[in-house]
C-alpha cells in the first residue's frame, strides 16, 4: 500500500532543515498488542531499527509495555489509538467508563472486528480515544503522537474528532493531505498541522518472502517532505501464531520478517543510498512546542 498526498514542508521548517529534505519515519504499530510484538518493537527502538512505535492502549500486553516505556524515556511512543478488535484468539474493548452500544462493541463488550462494523458518533471515537491517551499517561508513558489502529478514523466524519483529540493533549498526529482536508479550514491551528506527505506499507497481497524487495523499492521513491513507513515487528512464535491462526498477511511470518529487515545491513544501506534522514515523532512534538512559545 502506498498512500500519496500533496507534498509538504511544514517538518522541514520546523526542524530547521533544508527544504528538500527527505525525510522518513520508520514506524512500527501495535506495541502493546501482546508479549510478541513488546519484545521485538522494544529490541528494535533500542537499536534503531525503527525511530518510532505506538502503543494498542486496550490490549493485553499494554501493561508490560507501558513498564518499559516508563523506565526508557528515551523511545518514541504514540497512541495507536484502537477502537477494532480483529482476532479471534485475542480480544479487547474499550477502556472510557462510558457505556457503548452495537455501534462501537459486540454482545461480549469487544471492538467489533471490521472497520465497516463501526458505527460510533464523532464523539464517542473522541471520548475513547480521550479515554486511551489518558490511560496510557497514568501508566507512564509520555506520548509523542496519535495515530489509528487499522485506520478506523480515516473517515470523513471521523478525522474532526481524530484531529481535536490530538491537538487537545498537543500531539502531532498521523494524517495525509487528502483527510485533512476534511478538518475545519477556519480554524487557525489547521494551518499549524504537520501533514505526512507519503505513507508506504506493505499491503496484504504481498508475501513475507517479497517484503523485502518492497521496502527497498519503496526507499527509492521517497521524496523531499515527511514519509512514514509503517511496519509490524514481532517475532515468528506460539503466541503469534496462535493469535494468526495460519493467516498470513501481517502474521507471524511476516512480522518477523518485518524485524529482520529492518535491522538489516542492506536496508540501513538502502536508507544512505537514498540520501534519506530517519527522524521520530518526538522531534516534531518538541519543534512544535518550542515554536508555540
Known amino acids: 500500500m502506498y498512500i500519496q498526498c500533496v ?24 506495541v502493546g498488542m501482546c508479549h510478541s510484538v513488546n519484545r521485538a518493537t522494544f529490541l528494535a527502538l533500542e537499536e534503531g531499527a525503527v525511530s518510532s512505535a505506538s502503543m494498542m492502549v486496550p490490549c493485553p500486553g499494554f501493561a508490560e509495555a507501558a513498564e518499559i516505556a516508563a523506565r526508557h524515556p528515551e523511545y518514541d511512543l504514540g497512541i495507536h489509538s484502537t477502537l477494532i478488535s480483529e482476532h479471534q484468539s485475542s480480544k479487547w474493548g474499550p477502556v472510557s467508563n462510558k457505556h457503548y452500544g452495537p455501534e462501537m462493541v459486540d454482545e461480549n463488550g469487544s471492538f467489533w472486528p471490521r472497520n465497516d462494523r463501526l458505527r460510533a458518533s464523532p464523539q464517542q471515537i473522541d471520548d475513547e480515544i480521550s479515554a486511551q491517551i489518558k490511560l496510557a499517561m497514568e501508566s507512564g508513558v509520555n506520548p509523542t503522537h496519535l495515530d489509528s489502529h487499522t485506520f478506523s478514523v480515516a473517515r470523513a466524519e471521523y478525522i474532526p474528532a481524530y484531529v481535536k483529540v490530538a491537538r487537545r493533549f498537543g500531539l502531532p498526529f ?23 506527505q507519503d505513507v508506504f506499507q506493505a499491503g496484504r497481497d504481498l508475501t513475507p518472502s517479497s517484503l523485502e524487495g518492497y521496502y527497498i523499492s519503496a526507499l527509492s521513491n521517497v521524496q523531499s517532505g515527511l514519509s512514514e513507513l509503517i511496519v509490524h515487528p514481532a517475532f515468528d512464535d506460539f503466541e503469534m501464531q496462535d493469535i494468526y491462526q495460519g493467516r498470513e498477511a501481517y502474521g507471524a511470518a511476516w512480522r518477523q520478517r518485518d ?6 545491513r542492506k536496508f540501513k544501506s538502502a536508507l544512505q543510498e537514498n540520501g534519506i534522514q530517519v527522524i521520530n515523532w518526538g522531534m516534531i512534538k518538541t519543534a512544535m512546542r518550542r515554536g508555540a512559545q
Not at 177 to 193: G, L, R, V
Request: glycine share 0%; charged share 25%; hydrophobic share 45%.
Open 259 to 264: 524485524f529482520e529487515i529492518m535491522s538489516s
Open 7 to 30: 507534498s509538504s514542508t511544514r517538518a522541514a521548517e520546523i526542524l530547521e532543515l533544508a527544504s528538500d529534505s527527505k525525510l522518513l519515519i520508520i514506524h512500527a504499530d501495535d
Open 174 to 196: 498521523l494524517i495525509t493531505d487528502h483527510w485533512h482536508s476534511f478538518c475545519a479550514s477556519d480554524d487557525p491551528a489547521t494551518a499549524n498541522d504537520v501533514i505526512v
